[in-house]
């Protein structure tokens, strides 16, 4: 079946990065756009970065433009984001989307703070 399975997530203080990682399986992984969402407490999902199927574009939100960066391997049916120069406001539930057949993973927390 369908898996999309996030790690790297934990506590970081300001200022500092974080790795997530997001296995995928059950489906053509290379064939598919994907995203990370996140959501705050309190607070709706909201767009983070996408990736084109084959890596070549990338979109991020306004937010997170300059300090995230999205990657993929399709040779690890892996999706990747690097989060540097973390903030409080990051914090938040991070998933892994793929938005064509929408599929989600289970998410991962992040926490920024001092």
């Known amino acids: 079946?369908?898996?999309l399975v996030e790690s790297g997530g934990g506590l970081v203080q300001p200022g500092g990065s974080l790795s997530l990682s997001c296995a995928a399986s059950g489906f053509?992984?290379?064939s598919y756009v994907m995203r990370w969402v996140r959501q705050a407490p309190g607070k709706e999902r909201e767009f983070v970065s996408s990736i084109s199927s084959y890596g070549g574009t990338t979109n991020y939100a306004d937010s997170v433009k300059g300090r995230f960066t999205i990657s993929r391997d399709n040779s690890k049916n892996t999706l990747y984001l690097q989060m540097n120069s973390l903030k409080p406001?990051?914090?938040?539930v991070y998933?892994?989307?793929a938005p064509g057949p929408d599929y989600w993973g289970?998410?991962?927390?992040?926490?920024?703070s001092s």
């Open 1 to 3: 079946q369908v898996q």
């Open 28 to 30: 053509t992984f290379r």
């Open 89 to 92: 406001e990051d914090t938040a």
């Open 95 to 97: 998933y892994c989307n």
């Open 106 to 112: 289970q998410g991962t927390q992040v926490t920024v």
